[in-house]
């Protein structure tokens, strides 16, 4: 049986809960006219966001599960070449990182983005007539161990013992990781409205 969940992690679901609900409003998913270009460039900003994002994270999380390679598998699937790839513009205005309580705010959104993925892959796949081998690797990056490794995840939240300030960090962190996410897609052009 699945664990209580922690006091941190309630208190991320509370703290973030509206930023989801709205960044999730907006991204173009379900949108009418959403294509297979209309993705291709969605993906790319995501690049943009998750490629920085990751590098910033590994001086706190040199463990971390790396996205940014099945987005880059995504992206040569729908036909970007290396030069362009190398080309695409990275976020410059990321959430600060400066501690291991901000770093696991961090690492909540980007985790937790792969429960929602699951919803995703299985629209896309749908709609866009996608898979893992077509473009839609980054929306299953952990296939069969998407519960695993959340579950795995959640069990160091619960373990990290930060104390109240810390936390209070944590979800803060978690809370700029959508912002700066939300912001950057919005100026990219990424979003439905
Ligand atoms: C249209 C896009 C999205 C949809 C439909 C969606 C949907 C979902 C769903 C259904 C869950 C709950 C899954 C479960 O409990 O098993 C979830 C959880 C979550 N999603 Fe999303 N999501 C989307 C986009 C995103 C994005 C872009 C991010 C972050 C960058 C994100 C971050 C999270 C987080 C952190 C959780 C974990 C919440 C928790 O259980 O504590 N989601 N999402």
Redesign the pocket.
């Given at each position: 049986m699945a664990n209580p969940p922690s006091p941190l992690?309630l208190a991320?679901?509370e703290g973030?809960h509206a930023s989801?609900k709205r960044?999730?409003q907006r991204?173009p998913?379900?949108s009418e006219h959403f294509d297979l270009n209309a993705y291709r460039q969605l993906l790319a900003a995501y690049l943009g966001f998750h490629a920085p994002l990751e590098l910033a994270l590994a001086d706190h999380q040199p463990t971390q599960r790396h996205k940014a390679p099945a987005l880059r598998h995504d992206l040569r699937a729908l036909g970007l070449s290396d030069a362009e790839l190398a080309a695409l513009p990275l976020c410059g205005t990321l959430p600060a990182i400066d501690d291991e309580a901000s770093a696991l705010g961090v690492m909540?959104?980007?985790?937790?983005?792969t429960?929602?993925?699951?919803?995703?892959k299985r629209a896309m796949a749908e709609r866009l007539g996608i898979d893992s081998d077509s473009g839609a690797a980054f929306l299953d990056v952990y296939g069969p161990l998407t519960g695993a490794h959340w579950r795995s995840f959640l069990d160091r939240l619960a373990q990290a013992a930060l104390g109240t300030a810390a936390e209070a960090r944590t979800v803060q962190a978690?809370i700029s990781?959508?912002d700066c996410?939300e912001q950057w897609l919005a100026a990219r052009r990424v979003l439905a409205h």
């Open positions: 992690l991320l679901r973030t989801h960044l999730e991204l998913f379900f909540y959104v980007l985790e937790g983005s429960l929602g993925g699951q919803v995703l978690a990781t959508f996410f």
